[in-house]
C-alpha cells in the first residue's frame, strides 16, 4: 500500500512569496502531523489535525503558517510571505488514531523548501 | 520542560560489531519512546517504540532498545551492524498529558558502519 506522499518534493521561491506545501496520508488514518526539521536538527512539531479541524497547533511559529484539511484526508500547509528562516524541511506524518493512541506515526519523504 | 538528548552527533563501528546510539529524556511521568531512522532523501522510518511492559522492546532490522527508568534512558542496540544501518537515527518522546500525540525529537545521532 501507499505511504504518506508530499509534493512537491523541492520548492525554491523568493523571499516574500506565498507557498503551499501538499501532504497526502496513509488512507484511513485520521490523525495527520505537520513537523520542520531544520539542517542538522530533528523534526519540530507544527500543528496536529484530527479528522478535519486542527486540535493541536501550538507549533506554528507566527501568522504566516497555517494548514487545512477539509475532507480529513489530505493536508495543506500554506506559508505566507515566507522569509529565509523559513527554509527546511516540511514533514507530514500520518497515524491510524491520534489523540492518547499509542500508534506510530508514519512520515512522508518531505518537502526541502529554500527561500531565496 | 520535556527534553530528549541524543548526546553524540556520530557513532561510528566497523561492520559486524556491537551498535548502541544513547538517548537520555526529561518528561514528567511516563514516558512513550520511539526510535526513528532517516535515510538520505526519505522519511523518517518507525523502528520500534516503548509503551508500558517489558523493557527491552524488539523492533525493525534487528534493533532493541532498552527502557531504563532510574537513568532515564532509551539506548537503540544492535548486536551485529551492517554498512546499510548507516544513517540518521532519532531518539522521540511523547508527553504523557499531550492529549494529541505530538513527539519531541532528539538532534539525531549520524551512525556511520564501515566495511
Known amino acids: 500500500g501507499a505511504g504518506v506522499s508530499q509534493t512537491p518534493s523541492n520548492k525554491v521561491t523568493e523571499k516574500g512569496k506565498y507557498v503551499e506545501l501538499r501532504c497526502d496520508p496513509i488512507?484511513?488514518?485520521?490523525?495527520l502531523y505537520w513537523y520542520r526539521q531544520s539542517l542538522g536538527q530533528g523534526p519540530e512539531f507544527l500543528i496536529y489535525?484530527?479528522?478535519?479541524?486542527?486540535?493541536?497547533d501550538s507549533g506554528l511559529p507566527n501568522d504566516r503558517f497555517f494548514a487545512v484539511r477539509p475532507e480529513g484526508s489530505v493536508s495543506t500547509l500554506k506559508i505566507q510571505r515566507t522569509e529565509r528562516g523559513d527554509s527546511a524541511v516540511y514533514l507530514c506524518?500520518?497515524?491510524?488514531?491520534?489523540?492518547?493512541?499509542?500508534?506510530?506515526?508514519?512520515f512522508g519523504p518531505g518537502t526541502r523548501l529554500t527561500v531565496l | 520542560a520535556q527534553s530528549v538528548a541524543q548526546p553524540e552527533d556520530q557513532v561510528k563501528v566497523a561492520e559486524g560489531n556491537p551498535l548502541t546510539v544513547k538517548c537520555t529524556y526529561s518528561?514528567?511521568?511516563?514516558?512513550?519512546l520511539f526510535w526513528y531512522v532517516q535515510y538520505p532523501n526519505r522519511g523518517l522510518q518507525f523502528l520500534l517504540k516503548?509503551?508500558?511492559?517489558?523493557?527491552l522492546v524488539k523492533g525493525s532490522y534487528g534493533f532493541e532498545a532498552e527502557f531504563n527508568k532510574s537513568q532515564t534512558s532509551f539506548h537503540l542496540k544492535k548486536p551485529s551492524a551492517l554498512v546499510s544501518d548507516s544513517a540518521l537515527y532519532f531518539c522521540?518522546?511523547?508527553?504523557?498529558?499531550?492529549?494529541?500525540?505530538?513527539?519531541?525529537f532528539g538532534a539525531g545521532t549520524q551512525v556511520v558502519v564501515t566495511p
Open positions: 506524518a500520518s497515524s491510524l488514531k491520534g489523540g492518547t493512541s499509542h500508534n506510530e506515526q508514519f
Open positions: 488512507s484511513g488514518h485520521t490523525a
Open positions: 489535525f484530527q479528522g478535519t479541524g486542527a486540535a493541536d
Open positions: 518528561v514528567s511521568g511516563n514516558p512513550y
Open positions: 516503548y509503551i508500558t511492559g517489558d523493557n
Open positions: 522521540a518522546v511523547r508527553v504523557p498529558t499531550d492529549s494529541w500525540g505530538k513527539l519531541q
